[in-house]
């Protein structure tokens, strides 16, 4: 398995970037998400408007910086070691969370039959596996590892005046997990099961952190999620 490394090129130009306080936007979409009134909270598009706001800011951030792939911790270089970590990464956690999720949850209580209803068990079978869930880890973890972390991490840095390292940013690390736990289609959705993405919000951006290689938490957001999905599918469905 290919070693667990940071890559300096891209900490090095991530700390003159410029516009990384839009990432401040989608965090703010979601803090008010919660003030809104009960009826405005059910629609479907107001629930979006958070990760909407987000692929807004990403776009208005990317015309200012350049090159852009290094800031979102792609490279060409980190393709196979984040093949092989988020393999591992990801059977580890969706192994873990299918646990808490089919036995530890009903176990003190919480109904989790509402999962059959959710719009991703409606999707059959041969498009949610593994194409829709692939796409929804790449968009996913484009918006809340790739800008917004790394924003929340440039601006910690200049904040606290320290230079961006492999174990940079605790603050933007928990703030990112928190607004990917409480993203409002998220908690909808998943509802008392939204919980579990606060220390997958803390692995996957850790992991980020330390490498800059978005390409691990875009492969274990993904096989995390198919094997949790067939798991539950199992036993449910």
Not at 139 to 159: P, T
Not at 200 to 212: E, H, M, P, S
Request: hydrophobic letters at 55%; aromatic letters at 12%; one cysteine or more.
């Amino acid at each position: 398995m290919p070693t667990l490394e940071p890559s300096e090129q891209a900490i090095t130009v991530q700390a003159s970037e410029r516009g990384a306080a839009l990432a401040l936007l989608p965090i703010a979409g979601t803090l008010v998400f919660y003030i809104l009134p009960a009826s405005w909270q059910e629609q479907t598009s107001v629930q979006f408007a958070p990760q909407l706001l987000a692929y807004l800011a990403l776009a208005l951030w990317a015309t200012h910086n350049h090159p852009l792939l290094p800031l979102l911790g792609l490279h060409p270089r980190g393709l196979r070691s984040g093949l092989w970590w988020g393999l591992a990464i990801g059977l580890g956690l969706g192994g873990l969370n299918s646990i808490v999720i089919l036995k530890a949850m009903p176990a003190i209580g919480f109904d989790i039959a509402f999962l059959k209803d959710t719009p991703h068990a409606r999707i059959p079978i041969a498009i949610m596996l593994p194409w829709f869930i692939l796409c929804i880890a790449v968009f996913v973890e484009f918006n809340f590892r790739g800008f917004l972390l790394g924003r929340l991490a440039s601006l910690e840095s200049k904040i606290f005046s320290h230079p961006l390292t492999p174990y940079p940013s605790p603050f933007a690390l928990l703030l990112s997990a928190l607004t990917f736990s409480f993203d409002p289609f998220m908690v909808t959705t998943f509802q008392h099961l939204h919980w579990i993405a606060i220390w997958d919000g803390l692995v996957w951006g850790a992991v980020r952190l330390k490498t800059n290689n978005l390409y691990i938490p875009v492969v274990a957001h993904a096989v995390e999620v198919m094997v949790m999905y067939s798991a539950v599918r199992m036993v449910l469905m």
